[in-house]
């Protein structure tokens, strides 16, 4: 018996989980060519699709012509219905519940066109689910665990001669079922009409219902799975684990590209249950007096202390640019148990400062430094996912105001009523990753069926605001660079009073995208952009550059006074303000002209140090590439 396996996903690595899997089992020879399908069905092969379910229920781009090649062939009277027959085959699911209404639309596909032309399904369809609130093990990798161990213990039947093959409809979790053992080679074509009638329905509810008694009670209470848990529900899986016998000699036959890989292991500090905290590669320089980021050159934060975190993880996009590789989850409203957030300030506070404190009597560190990022005084709530999904949005800002920390709020522009809702900040920020309706959709890949409106309230929203507020625009070469009037009818929605315009980062290859270095426009690129965009703005100027972020800034002309800029910020100054605002219940208010300070030369745009703080040493890093040309 061979056993050949199609992974059919969006990227050239697989996911550890599975490779893990197919090299217990099997060694790897390469299969290039989906006509080799039919011949699985005279040498009894089983086949195993695991499939991918990419943008709006479709397959991701390497799949598209099998899956086009499958579905004309499953009608197509050329192939006939028996086309497959003698097929063994199973499929495994790879998708995101978040989707309503195309969840593992491509694996239920795959499987019925697979069926329609005879195949014998051994197996019940398997579904992993990325939604870590709906997986019914608690992630996707652990959704494909307890998948695999079925499959296993499947094979060993079969080695062992048994010919029992499932429809889909056992009520059992042994993967086998009474229909369909016996396969009447008689059966009449009304009969076999009867049941493609009823197969769709069928398989909607066949996939993975009936495995449900084998799972862990953790994963059938309903409960939210807490990052804690994870371990234990692996455990018990692991326990359940089932190996081939050497004697089964199965030879894999492997054709894939893959679409997911990694899990939050990325120097993450994990607060509760959906709150995190990282420290910034622009904190770990300014330690050591090598510059700080560009929010030290456009606004005056001292990046050696600054805090990167988040009291959300989720997020309701799945942008192509994600620097997390979404490896958080994703969701449209809130599904977790709620952390106060005293708590979530606390624990962020003191994991924050255990990380500075790993770089006492690091060489390099400056002491004075050192012992000022002890002390935080910024928070850039941007680490990951949608912050202002957090019911205690308002609570955790005021929190960091009590204790003179300033707050720098990114949103994704789905939640304007949020936006309103929101206590004066620091400087808030608005991602307006595209400027139309196609563009948002294919870059951002937002949840919301309703994302456009609520893209163009957002905007509406953040023009309401009195406190400073900024665009920022995420330059992806070859999909946004050319939407400058868009793009200049957006900014005048929501009068921001700063645009930030950065390139784009690649971030390495991963499941999120398809993005390459192709993608990331040189700096001279974006200045032209930001020239251009500028030039259509008519209360807009070009203000500040930082060069080692590939970054710019455009601000409204208010903050230029008497022939110099001032968009820094007088952090004290803004504490004050609040602190006076929230004594008066809200009734003193202020703008973003209270709390304003002079910007430096060597901030501005067309200076010759580019962004770069003079009072730093810039670190060029030595190219270590051995020259192995000639002899």
Same mark, same amino acid.
């Given at each position: 018996?061979?056993?050949?396996?199609?992974?059919?996903?969006?990227?050239?690595?697989?996911?550890?989980?599975?490779?893990?899997?197919?090299?217990?089992?099997?060694?790897?020879?390469?299969?290039?060519?989906?006509?080799?399908?039919?011949?699985?069905?005279?040498?009894?092969?089983?086949?195993?699709?695991?499939?991918?379910?990419?943008?709006?229920?479709?397959?991701?781009?390497?799949?598209?012509?099998?899956?086009?090649?499958?579905?004309?062939?499953?009608?197509?009277?050329?192939?006939?219905?028996?086309?497959?027959?003698?097929?063994?085959?199973?499929?495994?699911?790879?998708?995101?519940?978040?989707?309503?209404?195309?969840?593992?639309?491509?694996?239920?596909?795959?499987?019925?066109?697979?069926?329609?032309?005879?195949?014998?399904?051994?197996?019940?369809?398997?579904?992993?689910?990325?939604?870590?609130?709906?997986?019914?093990?608690?992630?996707?990798?652990?959704?494909?665990?307890?998948?695999?161990?079925?499959?296993?213990?499947?094979?060993?039947?079969?080695?062992?001669?048994?010919?029992?093959?499932?429809?889909?409809?056992?009520?059992?979790?042994?993967?086998?079922?009474?229909?369909?053992?016996?396969?009447?080679?008689?059966?009449?074509?009304?009969?076999?009409?009867?049941?493609?009638?009823?197969?769709?329905?069928?398989?909607?509810?066949?996939?993975?219902?009936?495995?449900?008694?084998?799972?862990?009670?953790?994963?059938?209470?309903?409960?939210?799975?807490?990052?804690?848990?994870?371990?234990?529900?692996?455990?018990?899986?692991?326990?359940?684990?089932?190996?081939?016998?050497?004697?089964?000699?199965?030879?894999?036959?492997?054709?894939?590209?893959?679409?997911?890989?990694?899990?939050?292991?990325?120097?993450?500090?994990?607060?509760?249950?959906?709150?995190?905290?990282?420290?910034?590669?622009?904190?770990?320089?300014?330690?050591?007096?090598?510059?700080?980021?560009?929010?030290?050159?456009?606004?005056?934060?001292?990046?050696?202390?600054?805090?990167?975190?988040?009291?959300?993880?989720?997020?309701?996009?799945?942008?192509?640019?994600?620097?997390?590789?979404?490896?958080?989850?994703?969701?449209?409203?809130?599904?977790?148990?709620?952390?106060?957030?005293?708590?979530?300030?606390?624990?962020?506070?003191?994991?924050?400062?255990?990380?500075?404190?790993?770089?006492?009597?690091?060489?390099?560190?400056?002491?004075?430094?050192?012992?000022?990022?002890?002390?935080?005084?910024?928070?850039?709530?941007?680490?990951?996912?949608?912050?202002?999904?957090?019911?205690?949005?308002?609570?955790?800002?005021?929190?960091?105001?009590?204790?003179?920390? &300033?707050?720098?709020?990114? =949103?994704? /522009?789905?939640? *304007?009523?949020?936006?309103?809702?929101?206590?004066? $900040?620091? @400087? #808030?920020?608005?991602?307006?990753?595209?400027?139309?309706?196609?563009?948002?959709?294919?870059?951002?890949?937002?949840?919301?069926?309703?994302?456009?409106?609520?893209?163009?309230?957002?905007?509406?929203?953040?023009?309401?605001?009195?406190?400073?507020?900024?665009?920022?625009?995420?330059?992806?070469?070859?999909?946004?660079?050319?939407?400058?009037?868009?793009?200049?009818?957006?900014?005048?929605?929501?009068?921001?009073?700063?645009?930030?315009?950065?390139?784009?980062?690649?971030?390495?290859?991963? &499941?999120?995208?398809?993005? =390459?270095? /192709?993608?990331? *426009?040189?700096?001279?690129?974006?200045?032209?952009? $930001?020239? @251009? #965009?500028?030039?259509?703005?008519?209360?807009?100027?070009?203000?500040?550059?930082?060069?080692?972020?590939?970054?710019?800034?455009?601000?409204?002309?208010?903050?230029?006074?008497?022939?110099?800029?001032?968009?820094?910020?007088?952090?004290?100054?803004?504490?004050?303000?609040?602190?006076?605002?929230?004594?008066?219940?809200?009734?003193?208010?202020?703008?973003?002209?209270?709390?304003?300070?002079?910007?430096?030369?060597?901030?501005?745009?067309?200076?010759?140090?580019?962004?770069?703080?003079?009072?730093?040493?810039?670190?060029?890093?030595?190219?270590?590439?051995?020259?192995?040309?000639?002899?």
């Amino acid at each position: 018996m061979s056993l050949s396996f199609y992974l059919l996903s969006g990227r050239p690595t697989s996911p550890l989980y599975i490779i893990e899997f197919l090299c217990s089992v099997v060694s790897l020879i390469l299969l290039v060519c989906f006509d080799l399908l039919a011949v699985q069905c005279s040498n009894k092969s089983v086949c195993v699709f695991l499939v991918a379910t990419y943008t709006d229920g479709q397959p991701t781009e390497n799949a598209e012509w099998f899956c086009k090649w499958l579905e004309e062939a499953s009608t197509d009277f050329r192939y006939g219905k028996t086309y497959l027959r003698g097929l063994r085959y199973a499929v495994f699911g790879l998708g995101n519940s978040v989707y309503v209404g195309h969840y593992n639309t491509v694996g239920k596909d795959v499987d019925k066109w697979l069926w329609m032309l005879s195949g014998m399904r051994i197996l019940t369809r398997g579904e992993g689910d990325c939604n870590v609130t709906k997986s019914r093990n608690g992630s996707v990798q652990a959704d494909f665990q307890a998948w695999k161990v079925k499959f296993l213990s499947r094979l060993q039947d079969l080695a062992k001669g048994e010919k029992k093959s499932s429809t889909g409809s056992c009520k059992s979790g042994s993967g086998s079922c009474k229909s369909r053992t016996k396969r009447s080679q008689g059966q009449s074509e009304e009969e076999k009409a009867a049941l493609h009638d009823n197969f769709e329905a069928e398989l909607v509810e066949s996939s993975s219902d009936e495995e449900e008694s084998a799972l862990p009670e953790e994963s059938q209470s309903g409960s939210v799975v807490d990052v804690e848990d994870l371990g234990r529900i692996m455990n018990s899986v692991r326990k359940a684990k089932v190996s081939l016998q050497p004697t089964t000699h199965l030879t894999l036959m492997l054709f894939f590209y893959l679409c997911y890989h990694s899990s939050l292991q990325k120097r993450y500090k994990l607060i509760g249950s959906h709150s995190g905290v990282k420290l910034c590669r622009w904190t770990k320089s300014m330690l050591r007096g090598r510059g700080g980021c560009y929010k030290h050159t456009f606004y005056g934060i001292e990046s050696h202390r600054c805090m990167e975190t988040t009291p959300s993880l989720a997020c309701a996009n799945k942008c192509v640019f994600c620097w997390r590789h979404h490896t958080n989850p994703v969701g449209t409203e809130w599904h977790w148990k709620m952390d106060p957030a005293e708590k979530i300030l606390q624990d962020a506070l003191e994991k924050h400062q255990n990380m500075i404190r790993q770089f006492r009597g690091v060489p390099g560190v400056k002491q004075e430094r050192y012992e000022e990022g002890l002390a935080v005084k910024h928070c850039a709530l941007s680490l990951v996912g949608e912050p202002i999904m957090y019911p205690e949005i308002n609570a955790f800002l005021r929190l960091l105001h009590t204790h003179r920390i &300033s707050s720098f709020l990114v =949103t994704n /522009a789905q939640f *304007p009523q949020e936006i309103r809702n929101l206590v004066p $900040v620091t @400087q #808030l920020y608005v991602s307006v990753d595209a400027s139309t309706k196609d563009s948002l959709k294919k870059i951002d890949r937002p949840l919301f069926r309703d994302f456009w409106p609520r893209f163009l309230d957002s905007l509406k929203a953040l023009g309401e605001k009195r406190q400073r507020t900024v665009y920022r625009l995420t330059l992806v070469k070859a999909w946004n660079v050319e939407e400058l009037q868009a793009y200049s009818d957006l900014i005048a929605l929501g009068q921001p009073d700063f645009i930030e315009v950065k390139g784009v980062t690649y971030c390495g290859e991963s &499941s999120a995208s398809s993005l =390459t270095m /192709a993608n990331v *426009p040189w700096h001279q690129e974006v200045v032209a952009f $930001v020239q @251009q #965009l500028a030039d259509m703005l008519p209360q807009y100027e070009i203000a500040c550059e930082h060069e080692h972020s590939n970054c710019l800034l455009i601000a409204h002309t208010k903050f230029k006074v008497d022939g110099e800029w001032w968009t820094w910020i007088d952090y004290e100054r803004f504490q004050e303000l609040v602190e006076a605002h929230e004594r008066s219940g809200g009734q003193r208010s202020f703008s973003a002209l209270d709390y304003t300070a002079r910007t430096p030369g060597w901030a501005l745009f067309g200076a010759h140090e580019q962004g770069f703080d003079p009072a730093d040493t810039r670190f060029q890093r030595r190219n270590k590439t051995k020259d192995i040309s000639g002899c």
